[in-house]
Nanobody
Framework: QVQLEESGGGLVQAGGSLRLSCAAS????????LGWFRQAPGKEREFVAG????????YSADAGEGRFTISRDNAKNTVYLQMNNLKPEDTAVYFC???????????????????WGQGTQVTVSS
């Protein structure tokens, strides 16, 4: 079992930055691929960024803009999401997640993740 707890959300003006953190406990954190998803009211949960179990490869849904960057610190059992140049449409609850099993590459769909945090609200004002 892996327990995940997000922090770092809040209210920010458009163009601002936030860094979300997700602290993990339980099974060996370093063996799992990790990801960030978000869900806005009335919308489905969508992939934001993911990183493989080694921390050597990552992928962001906004790869073209490069506003979101995922990273992990296995010594601290923490995964981060750096968000820059935020826009009002980025407003959502952000969730971190860990893969269903260990030693996987970057995961991009919700059904490949087995452990979820409770989420942290990010609100971007215009």
């Amino acid at each position: 079992q892996v327990q995940l707890e997000e922090s770092g959300g809040g209210l920010v003006q458009a163009g601002g930055s936030l860094r979300l953190s997700c602290a993990a406990s339980g099974r060996t954190f370093s063996n799992y691929a990790l990801g960030w998803f978000r869900q806005a009211p009335g919308k489905e949960r969508e992939f934001v960024a993911g990183i493989d179990w080694r921390g050597s490869k990552s992928y962001s849904a906004d790869a073209g803009e490069g506003r979101f960057t995922i990273s992990r610190d296995n010594a601290k059992n923490t995964v981060y999401l750096q968000m820059n140049n935020l826009k009002p449409e980025d407003t959502a609850v952000y969730f971190c997640a860990a893969g269903r099993g260990p030693y996987t590459a970057v995961l991009v769909t919700t059904n490949t993740y087995g452990y979820w945090g409770q989420g942290t609200q990010v609100t971007v004002s215009s």
